[in-house]
């Protein structure tokens, strides 16, 4: 028989219930105990559902009150000292590191306020991990019991599972050094934390766990030789142990062929690989195991929302069996299926014949199941009927194909996703329709969004007030933020995005090919959850989606007025993709139908169109070669093709935030001026990478994350650093995002100082 393997389970609960709780407990209305015993119900659940749906292997260890990399921190000691001076028990330093901390002083305990540790993105996904930070002074040492205590719950529950643990290479590749000791190489930490993680297995050995799941999800990128030379040197120091459980080396997300060496003849029970995102690595990851070693074949997709293919899927399967026989191979889950919403179940508002083309996480173990049944040769006809007819219907159904795209997008070439003339004419053609000063100022598009607002727009979702009544309270929300702009000076305004819940929802919802859950939740980070929608099938804009709004607010100034859209590959990043066809075409897809719209605003005349693209730098392919070259390529054209239909004089902006961002990555959109975030960007050398970008940019010149007000003098000063690489004609003035989550009083000082740099660099530059 056949093994069936899940890597890991969603741990927020059907319904958001860590959420609630978690969020229930920062703000102290429940306590510790409440805040475990939820936790705890929501682990039993999600062991039970596993069980009884068939699972074989289970994941345990899998659950956080937060991320499983920070609990690793916390498990072996890797804390910085700021954390640990203000004496707070184990969960609340696992919330100050996750969240940083801020408390006034009590009677019995002392003031708190310590900044969050670093959060970063957890490889291609839109999950987020807190980045372990190392220093000369850490002392690894088994500081927690959490994996062996979870492991025992469950047993105690009557089921077996197998602990899941980031591994000892991939835990120290994803660290950083701490300020204090930059000079450190986290790498260089393997010998000191070794023992560390040998002592946690044997413990799970003594709980009476037989193997772990050891993930070393790194192997999936780009590696120095001196950490692909650590495997040999990790493994090889483990299995010396006596009693350790059997380690199943993981890694997902990826191709690992480039590593393979690395890997290849170490000492562990068997490896798990990701045949979902990269099927051809099968032959030679086959090749590479020794005669005694299993193989995990990850094959139902833990990244995304779709029905698998059975018969694909199989026939994979059965691949691997006839060079490594039945007993050697686990049906599995190509990663943790974190990345997934929980269960379809919960969706009672999905069109009939869309949901059955769907899988969350709790109808994706069956898939796990029957899959490793079918190749065990059990009777499942029914199950692969069904099956093939769900695929079949998605394949051939009128809501996936729409014939009139598919043309069109047949139809994009050079002259289509091309501006008329290049960037220098068009700038003289602007320089003229806009006279703008030098250090132009503008924001990024949103304005808070105020409780008002939110409630406004609950009440029309739930029809309690007319659509009349609810554009009435828009423009009056549109009008407050261009009167505002105007009083203290802003160039290019913003009509401040009220009327939108969220920048990718927003446009998704009115565009055709898409599709929306009411409850697919899946974390992005901490108790911040979210709900992407769907791509179903060919996008195209049945109607104009902004217009009315940017065409309101012009009405109300002479000063150029911003259309504000979210770009082709933003909103393919930030929603579940179609699997059937590629990126490279949805994005395109998108871009046709943001070209309409950018068309129609110029036609409305809105002059300056913003077409946002910040999560350009996080769908950038893990790995350096043609993957990711082509990825820059198809990017860049869906962005012009949404762009270039209009005229010189037409402006086009762009912005970008989030990441590190490479200015080469996006010279090739051709905006005529972007934005970026950049106000935490102290790097000279990173600074002067972008003092030869041919077009304008606005480096961000404030956190919109923070309340705090920088001074005049403070942006003068920064702004002058900047200069001393940067030109000033090419210089724009903004901050580093959208001022959706500040409030009002911060903003209007904020942007009243920022202005007031503006203009003193304007004087000093005119004489
Ligand atoms: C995450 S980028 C956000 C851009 C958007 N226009 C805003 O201002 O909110
Ligand atoms: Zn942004």
Not at 22 to 46: C, H, I, P, Q, S
Not at 203 to 228: F, M, R, W, Y
Not at 336 to 349: G, Q
């Amino acid at each position: 028989m056949v093994q069936s393997s899940v890597l890991g389970f969603p741990r927020i609960g059907a319904n958001r219930e860590l959420k609630k709780v978690t969020e229930a407990y920062w703000a102290g209305k429940v306590d510790k105990e409440e805040l475990f015993k939820v936790g705890k119900e929501l682990r039993a659940k999600n062991w039970k559902l596993q069980k009884d749906a068939g699972v074989d292997i289970i994941a345990s260890n899998d659950f956080s009150y937060y991320d499983q990399v920070l609990d690793l921190s916390l498990a072996f000691n890797v804390i910085p000292a700021r954390y640990t001076k203000y004496q707070l028990e184990p969960v609340d330093v696992l919330f100050a590191m996750g969240r940083g901390l801020q408390r006034k002083a009590t009677e019995t305990t002392p003031a708190v306020d310590v900044p969050a540790c670093e959060m970063v993105k957890w490889f291609d996904s839109n999950y987020h991990y807190v980045r372990p930070t190392f220093s000369h002074t850490t002392e690894f040492k088994l500081n927690s019991s959490k994996a062996v205590d979870e492991y025992l719950e469950a047993k105690d529950l009557g089921v077996e599972t197998r602990p899941v643990v980031v591994g000892p290479v991939s835990y120290l590749y994803l660290g950083k050094a701490d300020k204090d000791s930059l000079d450190l190489e986290p790498i260089t930490l393997l010998e000191k934390i070794l023992p560390v993680y040998a002592e946690l297995l044997s413990k799970l050995a003594s709980a009476g766990a037989t193997s772990v799941q050891i993930d070393e999800p790194v192997l999936v990128l780009d590696l120095p030789e001196k950490v692909q030379a650590a495997y040999k040197t990790a493994y090889e120091f483990l299995s010396k142990k006596e009693g350790l459980p059997k380690l199943i080396l993981t890694t997902y997300f990826g191709d690992v062929r480039p590593n393979l060496d690395a890997i290849k003849n170490l000492p562990v029970a068997g490896f798990h690989f990701d045949f979902v995102r990269v099927p051809e690595q099968l032959d030679d990851a086959i090749a590479s195991l020794s005669d005694d070693q299993t193989l995990s074949v990850g094959i139902i997709n833990g990244r995304n929302i779709w029905k698998a293919d059975f018969s694909k899927a199989i026939t994979l399967v059965e691949k691997a069996i006839e060079k490594l026989g039945k007993d050697r191979v686990i049906v599995a889950t190509s990663s943790s299926l974190l990345h997934t919403p929980v269960d379809l179940e919960n969706e009672t508002k999905l069109d009939a014949e869309i949901k059955d083309w769907f899988s969350f996480a709790t109808q994706k173990l069956s898939e796990v199941v029957t899959i490793a049944k079918a190749v065990s040769g059990e009777d499942v006809k029914a199950q692969l009927e069904a099956n093939e007819a769900s695929v079949k219907s998605r394949s051939t159904s009128s809501i996936t194909n729409d014939a009139a795209v598919e043309k069109r997008v047949g139809a994009i070439d050079e002259k289509l996703s091309t501006r008329a003339a290049p960037f220098p004419e068009r700038l003289a053609e602007q320089k003229k329709e806009f006279n703008l000063p030098l250090f132009p100022t503008t924001t990024i598009g949103s304005f808070p969004q105020t409780k008002d607002i939110r409630i406004n727009r609950n009440k029309f979702a739930k029809g309690q007030i007319s659509a009349e009544e609810y554009e009435t309270f828009i423009n009056s929300e549109i009008e407050k933020v261009v009167r505002f702009q105007e009083q203290i000076g802003l160039d290019v305004l913003v009509h401040g995005e009220p009327e939108r819940n969220d920048m990718v929802q927003y446009f998704g919802e009115q565009l055709k090919g898409y599709a929306f859950t009411t409850n697919g939740w899946v974390q992005s980070y901490g108790s911040r959850y979210v709900r992407p929608p769907i791509i179903v099938g060919d996008v195209s804009r049945p109607a104009p989606m902004s217009v009315k709004e940017s065409v309101y607010a012009q009405s109300l100034t002479e000063k150029p007025m911003k259309g504000m859209l979210t770009g082709p590959v933003t909103c393919l990043r930030w929603s579940f993709p179609r699997d059937d066809v590629s990126q490279e075409l949805q994005a395109l897809q998108l871009g046709l139908a943001l070209r309409d719209e950018v068309q129609d605003l110029e036609a409305a005349g809105i002059n300056v169109i913003q077409v946002d693209e910040p999560a350009i730098r996080e769908g950038l392919p893990l790995r350096a070669g043609k993957e990711r070259s082509d990825y820059l390529k198809w990017a860049a054209q869906s962005f012009r093709v949404a762009t270039s239909g209009v005229a010189n004089k037409t402006q086009i902006h762009s912005h970008f935030c989030y990441s590190d961002l490479d200015p080469n990555h996006i010279k090739a959109l051709d905006a005529d001026v972007v934005s970026i975030e950049f106000s935490k960007k102290d790097d000279p050398k990173y600074i002067s990478e972008f003092s030869d970008y041919p077009n304008h940019i606005g480096l961000g010149l404030f956190d919109i994350h923070s309340p705090r007000i920088p001074s005049t003098e403070e942006f003068i000063a920064r702004i002058g650093e900047i200069l001393k690489v940067y030109p000033a004609e090419n210089f724009w003035v903004n901050p580093d995002c959208g001022l959706k989550t500040r409030g009002w009083e911060e903003t209007k000082a904020q942007l009243t100082n920022m202005v007031a740099a503006a203009k003193h660099f304007r004087e000093k530059y005119s004489k």
